[in-house]
């Protein structure tokens, strides 16, 4: 379990800091997905503060990942207790969820799956499998 939480660790930290300062990508990626496939119309402002409330969820997500990163290490204790759980189980499901979901929306805020799915395709090791 250790293993797959160093994998999932810094692409989620990373991507979590971005969000966090409601990157303009993100917010098109996010605005754009509500309009296309709900059809929720939603300004950029109140999607920047959809996008940054994210954020502060995958840095959430983040620490976690990094307590299990540190149980799985030191082999003992509460955390190592933490990194065989079921809550590591359903973080990383969340983790496949959550990176199926981001991939998409790289063809759903466009609105057109052709060439976007390529940019799915090419996000597939984020939900395929958890580690590289």
Not at 39 to 66: C, Q, Y
Not at 73 to 87: F, H, K, N, Q, W
């Amino acid at each position: 379990m250790g293993c797959w939480a160093w994998a999932l660790w810094p692409r989620s930290s990373a991507m979590a800091m971005w969000a966090v300062r409601g990157k303009d990508a993100f917010v098109t990626l996010f605005t754009g997905s509500l309009d296309n496939v709900l059809g929720i119309t939603m300004g950029a402002r109140s999607g920047e503060t959809w996008v940054k409330a994210i954020g502060w969820f995958d840095i959430t997500v983040s620490v976690a990942l990094a307590a299990i990163i540190i149980g799985a290490l030191i082999e003992r204790g509460t955390l190592y207790r933490l990194a065989y759980s079921p809550v590591a189980i359903a973080l990383f499901a969340w983790a496949a969820v959550w990176g199926f979901a981001t991939a998409l929306a790289r063809m759903t805020a466009p609105g057109e799956f052709y060439p976007e799915v390529w940019d799915w395709v090419e996000r597939a090791p984020n939900f395929c499998s958890p580690s590289p």
